[in-house]
């Protein structure tokens, strides 16, 4: 790395000394990241956001997701679906990775046999749905997938990283490996661990010339301290959403801007459908309909969210229900008739028990009374949780909040990411990233068999819902999939296995006089390939 | 030492007078100096603030009572925070929580440090080598770092925090009630009542816990102190209970919740530090001056 950045060192003199000459910014751009990324190799990045945007500034997918989260061409010129399960891919010619070697369907074909054989979590499921590859050529590959996949342009094509095969073919140990080489618009020139990461433009780059000489990327872990430091023009943009509270003072501020979009980073109340009382989904009606979420949105995000819907699904989601667009509401009155009629005891102080069939005796019943865990790290999750309790208190089920290490809260909820392995909890306030709302991946969620229902932290089996949500992978005609998705929305409002809260929306500054071409990828944010790119 | 002070303590419980002999430099260390009578001062306020702070808030320090971010007003004397609590009445509501796991914490501390120092100094030998070696190890771990690692293990709640600060805080007075119990192991009454049979059981609580009994006292102010100071510290790194009100949990929003971004921090941040600042500066002000009068040896140390 170090030689490396001693070549380019006349280069950035010689741009220092040339100035602005128009169309690509010559002053290194300086945008503040969270935390460190490792090698920003495929595997060594560490967050979906903003590590898996700044590796793939470095290495190219076959196709790349545009602003509104449809997957164009890329590193492939044309895709042809022969049927449900073979895909012909043409690659485009020219291509080259960053050491000069030529980019040919022979990277492609490693580069997923690689995924399937060193994994790594989000890589290697998609990877694994390509049963069989066929090169045909240097720049035709075909590819047969064991099962028909409505998301595979998406999940796989336009998320793999392409690896040079001449580097990794050797490489055992692929997180050992810390060459980044890519075919990327930007080459990894400097990375310090926990300092700072330097790329410069790829001046051979394929495709519409890079905007950005050269970008440093700062590791900033403390909020306060990114955007104070933005404040006093020692950076020029933060990954980081500005906090809801500071918003208005950062728009009145002339030499800052601010991007604004949706988010589809999800927050949400789960549960553990197979406890007692939460078995009963008239306890999770009342549970989802007791909650206050305009006042969420309101208290904590200061509305710069949206009010999540019972369906999952952000309303902006193409795939979205509009018939569950609302979440459901209960007063605290008709909460406490729900109750009742479902045959739970009300006492005197107004809390509910549990009759299990005994005389309506409330002194011996055992309480309605729930934990609700809350990572000690996440302030608006902490508050949430708080908040949450008094609704669920006025509606008669009792709830301790009890605050936790995120990393032990992860534990008890999706005991080592794997679901089959059970889980220790009652209730729990978690998060999804945006990717699974991104591509409605309502099967992970909700299937009952833990291989295919990776996400599903419920515990929830149904066999009809397994049903649908098998049916809405497996159907790629985009109308048929909405209709099993729309209803697969329905049946979750009214079982409640989930319960969104709300969905953060992403509000950004920046300085445009460092920098002003920044675009808003939908549900993400503004650190992506195409910000960089000149349009 | 000792004629002055263990003469007395010895025959303690048996006479009155001697009871009253007892009480009096108490009183007398609570307002010797100006100092002292300040720390009394401040103590006997926050104190106060801990008993009767829930009646006197203005609101309910948990409801939802206005919009987010407010200045001070005259409504809400210290603002609102980040979910629109009132701030004065968290404050009020937070000084029981900071001064019970502050006393907690160093009560729990010094028993455990007054009976390792008192067995240690009496018993000698390998006893005394083995609990020394052990204080002399959590003696020489850097405390905060120790702390935070004990927290971030335990989990956060209350109970924790004070389990936490009791085992980094008992090691300085096992060493200092130590010191102190060798010195009245060698006494020649003490020496007398092993002569006449007593045992080490006798010796330990008729002679050495009496007498030790005031530097524990000067010892457990201190701590207090120093564990109130530190369950902020350990709270506002996001270590304490922040579903509990305290100070410390006050801190924590005021600086996750943007109070140095929004320019809040005169009114969310300030009003609890002051409060930490002057609680500690309370006690340590009284240990000091109860040392100075109970051990009248460690005067001007």
Known sequence: MNRSSLRFLPLLVALLWIGSTGAQVDRPLRVAITGD??????????????GYELMTLIYDQLFLMDEELVPRPWLAAGLEIVDDLTYVLTLREGVRWHDGEPFTADDVAFTIGYYQTHPLGRFTSSANRVADVRVDGELGISLTLDGPDATFVEAALADLPMLPRHLWQDVDEPRAMAEAIGTGPYRLVEARSEQFYRLEANPDFWGPPPAVGTIIAPIVRDETTTFQALL???????????????????????DLAIAQGSGFATTLLILDVTRPGLDDPAVRRVIAGAIDYGRLVDLLLLGFGTVGTPGFLHPDNPFANPATAEPPRLSPAEARGVLRDAGYLERADGTFAFTDGAPEDAAGAAPLAFVLLAPASNPTRLRAAELIAQDLA?????????SMEVEALTQRVWPDFDVSQGRDYELAVFGWSAPVNARANLRGLLHGDPAKGTLNLAGYDDPEVNELADRAVATIDADDRRAVLWQLQERMARDVPLVPLFYQDGVYAYRPSAFDGWSYMAGQGILHKRSFLRR | MGTPLAAPLAGAGSDRAAVGARQRPWLAALFRTRTAAFGTFVLTVVVATALFGRALAPYDPREVVARPYQPPSAQHWLGTNDIGQDIFSELLW??????TVGLVAALAAVLVGTAVGVVAGLAGGWVDAVLMRATDVVLTLPFLPLAIVLAAFLGPSLGNTALVLALVIWARPARVVRSHALGIAGHAYVEAAHALGGGFGHVLRRHVVPAVLPLALSQFILAVSSAILAEASLAFLGLGDPIQKSWGSVLFYAQSRGAFLSGAWPWWVVPPGLLIALTVLGFALVGRSL????LPRLRGR
């Open chain 1, 37 to 50: 990324e490792g090698t920003l190799t495929p595997y060594t990045y560490v967050t979906g956001y903003p």
């Open chain 1, 232 to 254: 006093a023009g020692e950076i020029d943009a933060a990954v980081r959403p500005v906090p809801a509270g500071s918003v208005a003072s950062f728009q009145a501020r002339p």
């Open chain 1, 394 to 402: 006025a509606a008669g089920i009792a709830v301790t909040v009890r």
């Open chain 2, 94 to 99: 937070g000084t029981r929580a900071s001064l």
């Open chain 2, 291 to 294: 040392e100075a009068v109970l």
